[in-house]
């Protein structure tokens, strides 16, 4: 169970974080700080200006060589005009430096944050819903702004009237004070005592808006399925069941944090009473002047009555906290792909692509690879075949080091892939998956999308490869045509030749097509395999394929089972043997229609 203890060490790690805006919080702090010492002094001046009036010549004042009480009158009346005029102008100044530091710090936090997720390895993101790590960057940010723009001045600003109100009453009555002191004691205990309740409601608070957001993303996804199977009350419901999980949540956490403020008002009365009748007894008695009880009874307020809103501000510092817990675990998530940023691949790269006794397992099902040996000459082109599950993607998967082996090597022109920068390796590669994701945009800058300076010329004449220059025409603003979000605009065919368009504007030595025609067409399909005859010459292509028509020129075709290589040769060399690729290329071409079993 979450304690206050987290709650601080927290903040603690975003000062850590925070290093780099040192400057901005000392200047916000110390405008905060000068402008409650100018808030507290009008107090003071209402019990010097009773003291004038009362006393006249004797006063305070005119022991500071003001005689006449007019003369005292119109001192104070300038003094308080410059107070007022500093108080304004500092917390003109400690807005801005706030605010201004909240907005920063949440930009370069989302964007901290951002970079650091797209660094993480797979696996992360296959365990990690999107709609939590949306939260996380979203509203956990935004979470911390608004405790920047307004509660971390408020919890400066109440320990400064703690501070500067006590010694002023202990310099007037030390008795009083002690009297005016006795709650706060019992105020601090409260805020301390509701804060460990309060710590972790907030954090499940915080988790139940990750599910919310986590439902409301994959709905609206997959709105075209929930649709089709007419389920939309269904879903509906559910997300009304995680709406009313956060609503009670939130209920939670309020109850307790309403219940701070009628304790401490009444600890605060205690403490206001007690300098009242006191310090009213002592000036009536000629113990205490009578300017120096104004002072202290209108101090009283002035210390005590802020206090009431520190249940609002505790609030706010702990849902922050437990937003800040977020997102910094977030970035303390260690990078398990290494990038050697300084090593690129040695050029220019000719393609030439290595597996030697690869193994690795997801974690999460224990399936992969297990020592697979594959050598793919540069401008060769090797076929990938196998049932679901067997491990085909994987090993492409790690050839584009979305994860590391476990153990094994793999190699490009000789050059170990660990060794190498990320960038380099992956420039190198250009994938066509048979998922193939399209961003919000037009049909130009998805083409463009791994090379953003391209000229049109060069745009134009990649999709006349992938053969969609006709359709592309066809669109009603041609390239200019928005293909909506995750291309929703266009058909599966289209979708799938804009991808192999934008892996040919890349022009990379290495092609890789993750099941590329199996979701398409025969028209399609049959245009994409004339893209890739033309696209072949020269270039290193590897093919997964359940479709064995769509291989049968490639210069070498492995069998893979289980994680492991069980046959390999050319398409006639496989056929003569007679062996699971053998029977599966009687049932595609046989009477069974074709990928109704599929290796």
């Given at each position: 169970?979450?304690?206050?203890?987290?709650?601080?060490?927290?903040?603690?790690?975003?000062?850590?974080?925070?290093?780099?805006?040192?400057?901005?919080?000392?200047?916000?702090?110390?405008?905060?700080?000068?402008?409650?010492?100018?808030?507290?002094?009008?107090?003071?001046?209402?019990?010097v200006?009773?003291?004038?009036?009362?006393?006249?010549e004797?006063?305070?004042?005119?022991?500071?060589g003001?005689?006449?009480?007019?003369?005292?009158?119109?001192?104070?009346?300038?003094?308080?005009?410059?107070?007022?005029?500093?108080?304004?102008?500092?917390?003109y100044?400690?807005?801005?430096?706030?605010?201004?530091?909240?907005?920063?710090?949440?930009?370069?936090?989302?964007?901290?944050t951002y970079?650091?997720?797209?660094?993480?390895?797979?696996?992360?993101?296959?365990?990690?819903?999107?709609?939590?790590l949306?939260?996380?960057?979203n509203?956990?940010?935004?979470?911390?702004?608004r405790?920047l723009?307004?509660?971390?001045?408020?919890?400066?600003?109440?320990g400064?009237?703690?501070?500067a109100?006590?010694?002023?009453?202990?310099?007037?009555?030390?008795?009083?004070?002690?009297?005016?002191?006795?709650?706060?004691?019992?105020?601090?205990?409260?805020?301390?005592?509701?804060?460990?309740?309060?710590?972790?409601?907030?954090?499940?608070?915080?988790?139940?808006?990750?599910?919310?957001?986590?439902?409301?993303?994959n709905?609206?996804?997959?709105?075209?399925?929930?649709?089709?199977?007419?389920?939309e009350?269904?879903?509906?419901?559910?997300l009304?069941?995680?709406?009313?999980a956060?609503?009670?949540?939130?209920?939670?956490?309020?109850?307790?944090?309403?219940?701070?403020?009628?304790?401490?008002?009444?600890?605060?009365?205690?403490?206001?009473?007690?300098?009242?009748?006191?310090?009213?007894?002592?000036?009536?008695?000629?113990?205490?002047?009578?300017?120096?009880?104004?002072?202290?009874?209108?101090?009283?307020?002035?210390?005590?009555?802020?206090?009431?809103?520190?249940?609002?501000?505790?609030?706010?510092?702990?849902?922050?906290?437990a937003?800040?817990?977020?997102?910094?675990?977030?970035?303390?998530?260690?990078?398990?792909?290494?990038?050697?940023?300084?090593?690129?691949?040695?050029?220019?790269?000719?393609g030439?692509?290595?597996?030697?006794?690869?193994?690795?397992?997801?974690?999460?099902?224990?399936?992969?690879?297990a020592?697979?040996?594959?050598?793919?000459?540069?401008g060769?082109?090797?076929?990938?075949?196998?049932?679901?599950?067997?491990?085909?993607?994987?090993?492409?998967?790690?050839?584009?080091?979305?994860?590391?082996?476990?153990?094994?090597?793999?190699?490009?022109?000789?050059?170990?892939?660990?060794?190498v920068?990320?960038?380099?390796?992956?420039?190198?590669?250009?994938?066509v998956?048979?998922?193939?994701?399209?961003?919000?945009?037009?049909?130009?800058?998805?083409?463009?999308?791994?090379?953003?300076?391209?000229?049109?010329?060069?745009?134009?004449?990649?999709?006349?490869?992938?053969?969609?220059?006709?359709?592309?025409l066809?669109?009603?603003?041609?390239?200019?045509?928005?293909?909506?979000?995750?291309?929703?605009?266009l058909?599966g065919?289209?979708?799938q030749?804009?991808?192999?368009?934008?892996?040919?504007?890349?022009?990379?030595?290495?092609?890789?097509?993750?099941?590329?025609?199996?979701?398409?067409?025969n028209?399609?399909?049959?245009?994409i395999?004339?893209?890739?005859?033309?696209?072949?010459?020269?270039?290193?292509?590897?093919m997964?394929?359940?479709?064995?028509?769509?291989?049968v020129?490639?210069?070498?075709?492995?069998?893979?089972?289980?994680?492991?290589?069980?046959?390999?040769?050319?398409?006639?060399e496989?056929?003569?043997?007679?062996?699971?690729?053998?029977?599966?290329?009687?049932?595609?071409?046989?009477?069974?229609?074709?990928?109704?079993?599929?290796?």
């Amino acid at each position: 169970m979450s304690t206050s203890p987290n709650s601080f060490q927290a903040l603690l790690r975003l000062l850590r974080y925070a290093r780099g805006y040192r400057r901005r919080i000392v200047a916000a702090t110390t405008c905060s700080i000068i402008n409650k010492l100018f808030d507290i002094a009008p107090e003071i001046l209402i019990g010097v200006a009773i003291d004038v009036v009362v006393n006249q010549e004797a006063s305070f004042v005119a022991r500071l060589g003001f005689e006449s009480a007019q003369e005292q009158i119109f001192i104070l009346a300038v003094l308080t005009f410059f107070i007022w005029a500093g108080e304004s102008l500092f917390e003109y100044l400690y807005k801005i430096l706030w605010r201004n530091l909240a907005q920063r710090l949440q930009a370069d936090l989302r964007l901290d944050t951002y970079e650091h997720a797209q660094r993480l390895d797979m696996a992360f993101f296959e365990a990690k819903s999107s709609g939590q790590l949306v939260a996380t960057m979203n509203d956990d940010v935004n979470q911390l702004e608004r405790f920047l723009d307004g509660g971390a001045n408020a919890l400066i600003q109440v320990g400064v009237t703690v501070v500067a109100v006590g010694a002023v009453f202990f310099v007037i009555s030390p008795l009083i004070a002690l009297l005016a002191f006795t709650p706060i004691p019992l105020i601090i205990w409260g805020a301390f005592f509701f804060q460990r309740k309060a710590g972790p409601l907030y954090a499940d608070v915080r988790e139940k808006v990750g599910d919310l957001a986590s439902r409301l993303a994959n709905n609206l996804a997959g709105i075209a399925t929930i649709k089709s199977f007419t389920s939309e009350a269904r879903e509906a419901e559910r997300l009304r069941a995680a709406s009313e999980a956060y609503v009670e949540a939130n209920r939670r956490a309020i109850r307790v944090s309403s219940a701070f403020i009628p304790v401490i008002r009444m600890a605060i009365l205690a403490g206001f009473l007690a300098t009242f009748t006191v310090g009213g007894m002592l000036a009536l008695r000629g113990d205490l002047n009578v300017g120096a009880y104004g002072v202290l009874v209108f101090l009283t307020q002035r210390l005590l009555w802020p206090l009431t809103g520190l249940a609002e501000v505790i609030d706010l510092f702990e849902r922050a906290m437990a937003s800040t817990r977020r997102i910094l675990d977030l970035l303390a998530v260690p990078v398990t792909v290494r990038d050697n940023h300084g090593r690129p691949l040695r050029g220019p790269v000719r393609g030439e692509v290595s597996f030697e006794g690869v193994g690795f397992r997801y974690a999460s099902s224990g399936v992969g690879v297990a020592d697979v040996s594959l050598h793919v000459p540069a401008g060769n082109t090797l076929a990938l075949v196998g049932a679901t599950g067997s491990g085909k993607s994987t090993l492409v998967k790690l050839l584009l080091r979305f994860y590391d082996p476990a153990a094994g090597h793999i190699r490009i022109d000789g050059q170990p892939i660990d060794a190498v920068s990320l960038n380099s390796l992956r420039q190198a590669i250009g994938l066509v998956s048979q998922d193939v994701y399209l961003f919000e945009g037009t049909v130009r800058d998805n083409i463009a999308y791994g090379r953003p300076e391209a000229s049109e010329t060069e745009v134009v004449e990649a999709a006349r490869t992938a053969e969609a220059w006709e359709f592309i025409l066809a669109l009603p603003q041609g390239l200019d045509t928005p293909v909506g979000e995750r291309g929703v605009r266009l058909s599966g065919g289209q979708r799938q030749r804009l991808s192999l368009a934008r892996a040919l504007l890349k022009d990379p030595p290495i092609l890789v097509l993750d099941e590329a025609t199996s979701a398409v067409d025969n028209e399609t399909e049959a245009a994409i395999q004339r893209s890739l005859a033309k696209i072949g010459h020269g270039r290193t292509v590897i093919m997964i394929a359940h479709r064995l028509s769509t291989i049968v020129h490639a210069d070498e075709i492995v069998v893979i089972e289980g994680g492991r290589v069980t046959e390999r040769g050319t398409h006639a060399e496989l056929l003569e043997r007679g062996g699971r690729y053998a029977a599966q290329w009687q049932v595609q071409t046989g009477a069974l229609a074709a990928g109704e079993v599929a290796l």
